[in-house]
């Protein structure tokens, strides 16, 4: 195996992990899903978030900080952390 193939199937790894996440965030808090869809995917900023689902800019903004948080906790190995 080469590395880019090996660096090609980590990535697919995370994107798979990310759907199955994504997945279990749609069921505990659907809106806050659709942020990070509509964020991540969409390309799209928090005013037109906000316009999409019919919310505030601020509720858009608690929503990602949430869904954040969550989406980390189920991404990141077990005590490790993103600051060294």
Known sequence: MTAAQGWAEGRAEDFVALDEALD????LEPRSAQVVELRFFGGLQENEIAEVLG??????????????????????????????
Do not use: H, M, Y
């Open 24 to 27: 279990r965030l749609a069921q």
């Open 55 to 84: 919310v505030s800019p601020i509720t858009v903004k608690r929503d990602w900080k949430v869904a954040r948080a969550w989406l980390l906790s189920q991404l990141l190995p077990s005590g490790s952390s993103r600051r060294k």
